[in-house]
């Protein structure tokens, strides 16, 4: 049986500002007919530029150098008028985002139809009745009434449906999903993971996958891929990868992966090598908790058997015990001195007015929440968008207009005004989604972090410049950050550099709005440690807002749950999680990446 | 859709009800007066009373409003003290000549800067584009009159292919559609060469920004054919910034247009409304600021009732 | 990911304009029109109302360096002279249009929604008529002189700017990092004088060299059609008119040359705006 793509020693090479630069180095991979493989990685490893290599989608300038060999016939060496022949028919693309990855001004039947006139010929009767086709192979449900519908029209989660019909439309023997799944709501991506593997099944398709979600790919894949800086580090069975990953960075990478009442997130110190300046070696050395003198001079090659492979001099042992596998010490429940009062909640947005319509009514996106903050606490809100969850936090930081009242420190919000309400509200700080964006692109990392200091009166320059120093410390970040713009650090370090902003107003309460959800795995885990800590250290509050259930219940004593602008659970997290009372809060947690034992279940059934 | 559009038409003659009272109060608040230019040399006080007395405009001004909207109203726009004529007349002529002066430019330039813009938006940073990009920007800064004076000395003096002035050989008793489209092309060269460069450039970025979307990536990967991506994908989308940078430059076509005319004497609104100017004949004037300003406005209008209809987003809005 | 280098705005004046020879053009050429309009009578004092009727449409010289026109004047003395009166009174024009387009976009920006409706409103009706047409109805109507063309001019050219001003703000205003700073106590006159400020800078700089250049086109093309810089004072339009009442005689040194200035003067305020926006970025 041979393999459906087999990819043998390949490196992509692109033009980046005139020069050239490798992204992927020595790549090689092989999916069996029917198999589903995850490629797995982080930003910068080169997992998406490895899919787009397949499709040969990539940038003008760009070189490949190997052999992809899709069903035996080499990819890399084809023409384009081959190329076309190929995309579509042998292989199947579907990207994230669809939104974007959908023609806004074209119907559903038109780009579906099209993808199969490309390869098949035939008329638009046909092309349309094979769209219908489609759309109910994929779940959408009357896809009669939607076939002259446009992609505005549909929910994100059946976009995405639309997205995976287009690309099954000429029976593909390979589908490629580049993270089908980001940016979608948890229980929506669980669905459609959930028909990425039945349509495999029933078309007896090979799927590979490309992802930085773990957690995914423990539940639905045969075979695991590991990329880091462009190359592969371990590949192999997912079950033996999750039971005993070889490679120290798959390690580390398990380790900070949030999960559900998992005890400890692993930070890997210090950040991904440019492309320009990857060290020769073993790539992830640098960071590497058990790195020799050895590992830095070739890069390894493969060891192990039977289970995976991992390009490491040292593999770990098979035997050794799973760190993230480690659960949750039961917390003793604290008592916190009140700190935030929310009592009757409510917001609406106004309906759209104009000269010949009334104001439409429109339910509030936020239905009589009450709820208290005690001081130290750390509040979880989790819902899916739409829930509220943002308005929520967006309406205790005063920055819209709400019905009912919110108490600080015993001093209602309605209550005042001007001086004094700004005094009150200075007290709560914010951490936004964007860490790029909470920052003024034109002024220095030192001058905003300082604005809050000097916004609170007169301080001398001097002053200033030494608090700036301390809270960059504080937030781990080097003393010469001050001098740079938000345009030249990671993602990371802004978010870290929006945290000591915010502590620099030395608030009692910080509302973190999906803090996380921009960043990597890894990046992710090092931020969440370092607000834990900083917590430990300041007692002060945090509301932290997020559709990751994981993320909230690492860090978070109680959680809220919402849905449709109301509350539908509130609980301590232990106790939340482990017997939900709402089907709704079940649901969600369900969606949520679990902490599996180390023979844990792969494919869902 | 049908709300939006009245609800457009409503504030679209707001808009205009409030410009022409503006423009009215304006002409007839400023120092001097129509009688000073009619009675030219001759104006002594008694006389400008006079004259004022019998023209109706020593009339509150509030009043002098009123009398001239109800004869609006009723078609007419009032009428030339210098020319002795009623405006309406008059202006029909003008008009005609401007609208096939205009159409005939709007719909040149419109196709050869679809044209141009489809080159620069797929060859990007190639040097069809750079070329493209160069003559936008050369083009863009050449001030009209001197194309024009440019135009008629190779054209009309050096080898006489074009006539430089008027719109039709008035020596000639069977001068027909022959003579009459020979004398267009050099005015229409002038405006279209502006206008293209400006157009072209819009349309060629916007090519260009939809050739980089997901979507167009997401047709590749169908196996869609280059061709079939730029007229079936990108074309819909990149279309739709053009028609409504279109009904924008309305004001920038008359603009141009004004200067075109008087240089090549063409006999058009803006010429009529240079001449008037210059001879401060204000019913005139008034009559032509408000054709020129409904034309505007119709034309803001046409191109997002064509933007409606192509974008399927907008009933939803 | 990749961690580029940020670019700080306090790199040395040669490191920036290396390379980005669109700017480095646009200045030199707007310097050396600048120059021959306000320097250039002192290096070249050539009275250009004195005639010489022997000379009469002679093409350039050793004598006459630009040639004369029909009167017998000295070309080159005109076109200099012609470049002082076009710019005295586009450049404050332009000024005066951009100070009060800035002020009504911020104020209409930053205001309560009311205001800001009730100023945009007024801003249509502004914009529903192409501004030669107004300026040609006014420049009738009113007595021709220096300071009436300023305050005309300036008083017309504003709306376009006052609209991107306006919607630049409302763009801006919600941003994160401003409701960041307003958290952090921050005023709204704090948040626009500090924050809003730096984040528009860039785009109100790039279109006001814009508005310079079309201030010059627009002074140019008025006083083409002779209402503009009024004789006996001369200006780039009005030589270009009286040029081409001559065409026939085929005078192609008196054509060019204030063609080619005003197209200059064009040139260089389109160059030295894109330049200026390939240098700065558009802050987003």
């Keep these: ?388 969850k943002s308005t929520f936090g967006r309406a205790v930081l005063q920055m819209i207009g709400y019905e009912g009242h919110v108490l600080l420190d015993g001093q209602d919000f309605h209550a005042t005004a001007g001086q004094a309400k700004r005094d009150l509200r200075r007290k709560i700080q914010v951490v936004f989604q964007d860490p790029r964006e909470s920052m003024n692109p034109r002024m220095t990392i030192g001058e905003v972090i300082a604005e809050p200091i000097r916004l609170k009166g007169r301080v001398s320059g001097a002053y200033v410049r030494a608090r700036v120093q301390e809270l960059l410390g504080q937030v781990g970040l080097n003393p010469e950050m001050a001098a740079r713009y938000p345009g030249g650090v990671s993602g990371g370090q802004a978010q870290r550099i929006a945290i000591a902003r915010a502590l620099a107003a030395e608030p009692e309460l910080i509302v973190l709005d999906e803090p996380t959800s921009a960043l990597d795995v890894s990046t992710q885990a090092m931020l969440l440690n370092l607000l834990k800590d900083l917590a430990f250290r300041n007692a002060f509050s945090y509301i932290l807002i997020s559709h990751d259930f994981a993320v909230v219940s690492y860090m978070a004593d109680r959680i809220a749950v919402l849905n449709a602008g109301r509350i539908v659970e509130l609980n301590e997290t232990a106790a939340l999680i482990s017997s939900p009372q709402h089907a709704y809060t079940a649901a969600l947690i369900a969606a949520a990446p679990q902490l599996q034992p180390h023979l844990g279940q792969t494919q869902s059934a | ?108 330039s419109t196709a050869v800067s679809i044209l141009l813009g489809l080159v620069q938006g797929v060859w990007f940073g190639r040097w069809p584009a750079k070329l493209i990009g160069a003559f936008q920007l050369g083009f863009y800064a050449l001030p009209p009159f001197f194309v024009a004076a440019m135009l008629i000395l190779w054209f009309a003096v050096d080898v006489r292919w074009f006539p430089a002035s008027g719109i039709i050989d008035l020596r000639d008793p069977h001068a027909g559609l022959a003579s009459f489209a020979a004398h267009l092309v050099l005015p229409v060269i002038t405006v279209s060469l502006l206008t293209v460069s400006a157009l072209s450039r819009y349309f060629g970025e916007a090519v260009h920004e939809e050739l980089g979307k997901d979507y167009v990536r997401t047709a590749r990967a169908k196996g869609v054919s280059f061709p079939a991506i730029l007229f079936k994908h990108v074309m819909r989308n990149a279309l739709r910034p053009l028609v409504t940078i279109l009904g924008l430059s309305f004001p920038y076509i008359f603009t141009g247009g004004v200067i075109v005319e008087s240089v090549f004497n063409y006999p058009g609104l803006g010429w009529l409304m240079w001449r008037s100017a210059l001879s401060q004949d204000y019913p005139i004037l008034i009559a032509i600021v408000l054709i020129i300003g409904v034309l505007t406005v119709l034309g803001n209008l046409l191109a997002d009732l064509v933007n409606g209809l192509l974008d399927p987003r907008a009933s939803y809005e | 990911m990749s961690e580029a280098l940020a670019m700080s705005p306090t790199r040395s004046l040669g490191q920036r304009l290396s390379g980005n020879y669109t700017l480095t053009f646009g200045l030199v050429l707007g310097a050396l029109i600048l120059v021959s309009g306000f320097v250039a009578p002192f290096i070249y004092p050539v009275d250009p109302f004195t005639i010489h009727p022997a000379h009469a449409l002679e093409a350039p010289s050793a004598a006459f360096p630009f040639g004369t026109d029909e009167l017998g004047r000295d070309a080159l003395a005109l076109l200099l002279s012609g470049g002082y009166a076009t710019l005295v009174v586009a450049l404050p024009a332009a000024v005066l249009a951009f100070v009060i387009g800035i002020a009504y976009g911020f104020i209409s920006g930053l205001g309560p929604a009311w205001l800001d409706k009730l100023l945009m409103r007024l801003l249509d009706v502004f914009l529903a008529l192409p501004s030669l047409i107004v300026l040609l109805f006014f420049a009738a109507l009113v007595p021709q002189s220096n300071i009436n063309l300023i305050l005309l001019l300036g008083l017309i050219s504003w709306p376009s700017l006052a609209r991107l001003v306006r919607n630049e703000v409302l763009a801006q205003r919600g941003r994160d990092f401003m409701l960041a700073a307003q958290q952090s106590g921050a005023s709204r006159a704090y948040l626009a004088r500090v924050h809003l400020i730096r984040v528009i800078a860039p785009i109100l700089v790039v279109n006001g060299t814009f508005m310079i250049g079309d201030s010059i086109l627009t002074v140019s093309a008025l006083s083409f059609l002779g209402l503009g810089v009024q004789p006996p004072q001369e200006s780039w339009g009005s030589l270009l008119e009286s040029a081409l009442d001559i065409a026939a005689l085929d005078p192609w040194w008196l054509i060019l040359p204030p063609g080619l200035l005003v197209f200059g003067s064009l040139l260089a305020a389109s160059l030295t705006g894109q330049g200026l926006l390939r240098l700065w970025g558009n802050g987003r």
């Excluded at chain 1, 084809?78 to 806004?104: I, S, Y």
């Excluded at chain 1, 490309?118 to 489609?134: D, I, M, P």
């Excluded at chain 1, 003198?293 to 098979?318: D, F, I, K, N, R």
């Excluded at chain 2, 009800?17 to 009675?39: E, K, N």
Aim: charged content about 15%.
């Design chain 1, 1 to 388: 049986m041979s393999a459906v793509l087999e990819i043998k020693d390949v490196s992509v090479t692109l033009k980046r500002g005139g020069k050239s630069v490798t992204i992927l180095d020595q790549f090689n991979l092989s999916i069996a007919p029917g198999e589903m493989m995850g490629l797995v990685g982080e930003s910068g490893s080169g997992k998406t530029i490895a899919a787009l290599a397949i499709m040969r989608l990539l940038p003008p300038g760009a070189q490949i150098q190997g052999q992809i060999l899709l069903n035996g016939e080499d990819l890399a060496k084809a023409d384009e008028a081959r190329m076309r022949a190929v995309r579509g028919k042998g292989v199947g693309m579907v990207f994230q985002n669809p939104l974007a990855a959908l023609n806004p001004s074209r119907t559903v039947a038109a780009q579906i139809g099209e993808a199969w006139r490309v390869h098949q010929g035939g008329g638009k009767a046909q092309a349309r009745a094979k769209a219908l086709e489609l759309l109910g192979e994929v779940g959408i449900p009357n896809p009669d009434t939607r076939l002259d519908d446009y992609p505005h029209q549909f929910s994100g989660g059946m976009r995405q449906r639309v997205m995976i019909a287009m690309a099954l439309a000429c029976s593909p023997k390979l589908l490629i999903a580049d993270e089908p799944t980001t940016g979608l709501d948890p229980l929506i991506a669980r669905q459609i993971m959930e028909l990425i593997a039945r349509l495999r099944r029933e078309r007896d398709m090979a799927v590979l996958f490309v992802t930085h979600d773990l957690s995914v790919v423990q539940e639905h894949a045969e075979s695991i891929h590991v990329l880091y800086a462009g190359r592969s580090v371990e590949w192999g069975g997912a079950n033996a990868f999750f039971a005993h990953p070889r490679h120290p960075y798959s390690e580390a990478l398990l380790g900070s992966v949030a999960r559900l009442g998992q005890a400890r997130l692993q930070n890997i110190p210090g950040n991904l090598p440019e492309p320009e300046s990857r060290p020769a070696g073993c790539r992830f050395a640098p960071r590497c908790a058990y790195a020799q003198e050895a590992c830095s001079s070739a890069y390894p090659p493969a060891h192990g058997h039977g289970g995976t492979q991992a390009a490491c001099l040292y593999p770990l042992p098979l035997s050794g015990k799973l760190v993230y596998a480690e659960p949750l010490a039961p917390k003793p429940t604290r008592r916190f001195l009140p700190l935030l009062d929310v009592q009757n909640l409510t917001v609406r947005y106004p309906g759209a007015g104009g000269w010949f319509g009334g104001a439409t009514k429109l339910p509030p996106s936020l239905n009589d929440i009450t709820l208290t903050l005690g001081r130290g606490e750390c509040l979880g809100v989790v819902g899916e968008s739409g829930s509220g």
């Design chain 2, 1 to 108: 859709m049908t709300k939006m559009i009245l609800r457009r038409l409503a504030s679209s003659c707001l808009s205009l009800f409030i410009l022409v009272a503006l423009v009215f109060f304006m002409a007839h608040l400023t120092p001097g007066g129509p009688a000073y230019s009619i009675l030219g040399q001759k104006a002594t006080p008694d006389s400008v009373a006079q004259l004022n007395a019998r023209l109706g405009l020593n009339q509150p001004l509030v009043k002098q409003f009123g009398v001239w909207l109800w004869h609006l109203l009723h078609g007419q726009l009032g009428y030339s003290y210098l020319l002795n004529r009623p405006v309406g007349q008059l202006l029909w002529v003008y008009e005609r000549n401007t609208l096939v002066f205009y159409s005939v430019s709007i719909v040149l």
